[in-house]
């Protein structure tokens, strides 16, 4: 399962993490001390928009996947693309850029793919967010790129 920091905290770890479903636990005291970070796990906040429309997947879980190919030692993650370009670069999958909403604390850019798994039931928990990412004109090259538009992304490996 996929999880992070809380979305209103400043503190905690910037990037996603994909957790196991069965942990193993080291020496640990049960409760909260309040000194500590805390994790929490990861729910899509796609509000019906597009690229997601339909999907059903606003407020349920957001499942995780380690990826390991043969024989491939490189990998690499393409904003903005479909399509790996380069000789011996094969696409692994292609979807849409996501990341925490722009008003909350950063995380890391993730390329979701465009046809998603959903966990769980939709509960709105919220904890680590996933919002689609779009692109805005300014510093931001017009084109090629299109203020709103929702950018795409590939991983591709070699």
């Not at 499942?63 to 370009?85: D, E, Y």
């Not at 850029?97 to 939709?122: F, I, N, Q």
């Amino acid at each position: 399962m996929a999880a992070g920091a809380h979305y209103t905290h400043a503190g905690g770890g910037a990037n996603y993490l994909c957790l196991p479903k069965d942990p193993e636990w080291g020496n640990h005291q049960d409760g909260f001390s309040g000194t500590n970070s805390y994790l929490y796990g990861a729910e899509y906040e796609t509000h019906n928009q597009p690229p997601f429309v339909g999907s059903g997947l606003h407020d349920h879980d957001v499942p995780c996947a380690v990826c390991h190919v043969s024989g491939r030692s490189a990998h690499l993650m393409i904003p903005g693309r479909k399509t790996c370009k380069g000789d011996g670069w094969v696409a692994e999958y292609s979807g849409y850029l996501m990341a925490e909403y722009h008003g909350h604390p950063r995380t890391e850019w993730v390329c979701m793919d465009s046809e998603p798994e959903k966990g769980g039931t939709p509960v709105n928990q919220n904890g680590a967010l996933f919002y689609t990412v779009e692109g805005r004109c300014g510093v931001l090259e017009c084109p090629p790129y299109v203020d709103g538009r929702e950018i795409t992304c590939v991983v591709c490996t070699k």
